[in-house]
């Protein structure tokens, strides 16, 4: 612990969205690690959700590492996704780990953030976690055929080269293990054992956690996964309205797009309020205003129907 090491947490403005589909994720990976190289922050874990991610960092100027990240991102986002104005809230969670027991802590709270928010089973099949680049001389790396990233590569969207020595991935993106302090970790977990055994099992923290969530829900105590992620779901919407973008939907398309994909999918309403960026008690509202109406239309078209059938017969019978 040479140098400071902070927990940064950074959420969606309004829970929304900060990535609707995989590229999204890709590219904010890429950004960390060019940037960490630099400005000096040395990125030791990361995990990515759909609108919000935690960090933990190692370095004296992390003000300026995140927002040249942020800012980065947000050029990135605004041109992909046609968008103005910055992404995500503007202030952020900060930590400062100050010794063994609480980086160690952050560390399995960061590592099983998908876990605890019940995304994924487990760290391991979680593809935007850190968790897989750690111990590998005790497995195998699942990832095959890298490449250096050579002179003059540039980070797409962005003015900066990409360092020589980084190993680029088949999917262009860069490989993680280039950039992550992998071995600080280690240490810190001492044995492939005692890591796995950390992130496999929740902490009695988080175990309290879900359990208070749990009594104030009047939920069971049973797990369930969410069955299809917000990161899928958005990347279904943007395929269904493709070639336009979520920023140009109105109000009635997205209630409407919201009905169907409830209806397709199965997603709960505040995931489709993350992904759109509306606020759930008012869609919610709006869904259900708009399925009574339709579900007036039909009764009414139902009714004409009927009295045209009845019209036919009656003038059959006097003929």
């Not at 560390?107 to 019940?118: A, E, F, P």
């Not at 497995?139 to 020595?165: C, M, T, V």
Request: charged letters at 25%.
């Amino acid at each position: 612990m040479r140098g400071k090491l902070w927990h940064v947490s950074v959420q969606g403005n309004g829970a929304q969205s900060l990535f609707l589909d995989e590229s999204d994720v890709l590219h904010f990976i890429d950004i960390l690690g060019v940037y960490s190289y630099y400005y000096g922050c040395q990125v030791w874990a990361y995990n990515i959700l759909s609108n919000h991610f935690h960090l933990i960092l190692e370095g004296d100027n992390l003000q300026r590492f995140i927002q040249v990240v942020r800012i980065s991102y947000s050029k990135y986002y605004q041109s992909v996704h046609c968008t103005i104005g910055s992404v995500g809230r503007r202030g952020y969670s900060v930590g400062l780990l100050n010794n063994r027991e609480k980086l160690l802590e952050k560390v399995i709270y960061v590592l099983r953030n998908s876990v605890k928010h019940k995304v994924y089973p487990h760290s391991y099949v979680d593809p935007y976690n850190s968790a897989k680049y750690y111990f590998l001389a005790n497995r195998a790396d699942p990832i095959q055929n890298l490449y250096p990233a050579g002179p003059g590569r540039r980070l797409p969207y962005s003015k900066k080269q990409i360092p020589e020595h980084y190993l680029i991935e088949e999917n262009g993106h860069i490989y993680p293990r280039s950039f992550l302090k992998f071995t600080s970790i280690e240490k810190v977990f001492v044995s492939f054992n005692n890591f796995m055994k950390l992130i496999t099992y929740p902490q009695p923290k988080e175990s309290e956690d879900h359990q208070r969530k749990n009594d104030i829900l009047g939920l069971g105590d049973d797990l369930h996964f969410v069955q299809m992620t917000d990161l899928q779901l958005s990347a279904k919407i943007l395929e269904k309205i493709r070639p336009r973008q979520l920023s140009s939907l109105s109000d009635s398309d997205i209630v409407s797009l919201a009905i169907l994909c409830k209806r397709m999918y199965p997603v709960s309403v505040i995931q489709l309020s993350r992904v759109f960026g509306y606020p759930e008690s008012t869609l919610r509202w709006r869904m259900q205003g708009e399925q009574r109406r339709l579900r007036g239309t039909r009764e009414c078209e139902g009714k004409r129907d009927d009295q045209t059938r009845n019209g036919a017969q009656d003038g059959n019978s006097e003929n």
